[in-house]
């Protein structure tokens, strides 16, 4: 089935942003359940200003959502299908 530009744009973006070690790092940390910036900056090893630069880029790519409690942000990954292109991911490079 021939995709159309738009889609194959889409996911050449998806991709793009899934390219990029830090974020990967971050998505596997949300892979364990929702967090707030702290616990991801302090999972990730990184200050928590580089974190939160990466986490607008995830959520404005819909790969990553966040919801308000009280003073707290929390963040968690969008929906299952980011774990499983991951998942699949590392089977394939593992499958050599």
């Known amino acids: ?9 889409q996911v050449s973006q998806l991709f793009k942003v899934l390219s990029d070690p830090t974020r990967l790092k971050i998505l596997l940390t949300l892979r364990e359940g929702e967090k707030n910036v702290t616990s991801i900056a302090a999972a990730v090893a990184m200050e928590q200003s580089a974190v939160s630069h990466q986490l607008k880029l ?3 790519n819909r790969v990553v959502k966040s919801r308000r409690e009280g003073k707290a ?3 968690s990954l969008d929906d299952k299908h ?4 991951l998942q699949e991911t590392f089977e394939h490079i593992e499958h050599r």
């Open 1 to 9: 089935m021939m995709r159309s530009s738009e889609e194959i744009e």
């Open 73 to 75: 942000i929390l963040y």
């Open 58 to 60: 995830l959520r404005e």
């Open 82 to 85: 980011v774990i499983d292109i």
